[in-house]
């Protein structure tokens, strides 16, 4: 089967760069998404296509996948930033998520 | 701007089955793939399946055996049954959509719209 691998835990300073990684087989041959999901909220679409960003997200959130790792970085994090983030891809015919890195904005 | 809003019962007993809708607002239930995703502590966000306006569909082969998503176009809802549940399948339950690549207008492979999510719970 097709799994995904993040990091359980990150931690950024206010204004510096947070970076998020996403590991799977060949994860750079795929369309990889991302989503934020804060404390009793639903996910939120924050890049999906690698590095495309929805309406409304904003500038400071950024993808890139290549080789077998995917990558969201958010410059200039800010306090509102901390959230859990989730990486997603297609297997054969199945969507599948990561498991998730919490990110704390120290 | 599209919205999602689950329903249905929050508590189900083992071995019954588990029923959700999902009330499309804002948009055509047409053109799009909808979908079911659940969230557990256990099993983090796990996809369980889509269907298209046509009616066809696509589930995760871990679950295929126990799920149907039908629709129901003139209500702009979709829905979802889960059987012979247990205390594995308690979860919040999302419904969302989709989306499409604003380049070529093909269906994409994220999901850009969620319902809040409802919780269920499998227990007697």
């Known amino acids: 089967s097709f799994d995904l691998t993040q990091p359980p835990s990150a931690s950024v300073s206010p204004g510096q760069t947070a970076t998020m990684t996403c590991s799977g087989d060949?994860?750079?041959?795929?369309?990889v998404s991302w989503y934020q999901q804060k404390p009793g909220q639903s996910p939120v679409l924050v890049i999906y296509?690698?590095?495309e960003r929805p309406s409304g997200i904003p500038e400071r959130f950024s993808g890139s996948n290549s080789g077998n790792t995917a990558t969201l970085t958010i410059s200039g994090t800010q306090a509102m930033d901390e959230a859990d983030y989730y990486c997603?891809?297609?297997?054969?015919?199945?969507?599948?998520f990561g498991g998730g890195t919490k990110l704390t904005v120290l | 701007q599209v919205q999602l809003e689950e329903s249905g019962p929050g508590l189900v007993k083992p071995s019954e089955t588990l029923s959700l809708t999902c009330t499309v607002s804002?948009?055509?239930?047409?053109?799009?793939?909808w979908t079911w995703i659940r969230q557990s502590p256990r099993e983090g966000l796990q996809w369980i399946g889509d269907?298209?306006?046509?009616?066809?569909?696509n589930y995760n082969p871990s679950l295929k055996s126990r799920v149907t998503i039908t629709l129901d176009t003139a209500k702009n809802q979709f829905s979802l049954r889960l059987t012979s549940v247990t205390a594995a399948d308690t979860a919040v339950y999302y419904c969302?959509?989709?989306?499409?690549?604003?380049?070529?207008?093909?269906?994409?492979?994220?999901?850009?719209?969620w319902g809040q999510g409802t919780p269920v719970t499998v227990s007697s």
């Open positions: 969302a959509r989709r989306g499409l690549d604003r380049y070529n207008g093909n269906f994409g492979k994220f999901f850009d719209f």
């Open positions: 997603q891809a297609w297997g054969t015919s199945t969507a599948v």
């Open positions: 296509q690698d590095n």
């Open positions: 269907i298209l306006n046509s009616g066809s569909t």
């Open positions: 804002g948009g055509s239930i047409s053109r799009y793939y």
């Open positions: 060949n994860l750079g041959d795929k369309y």
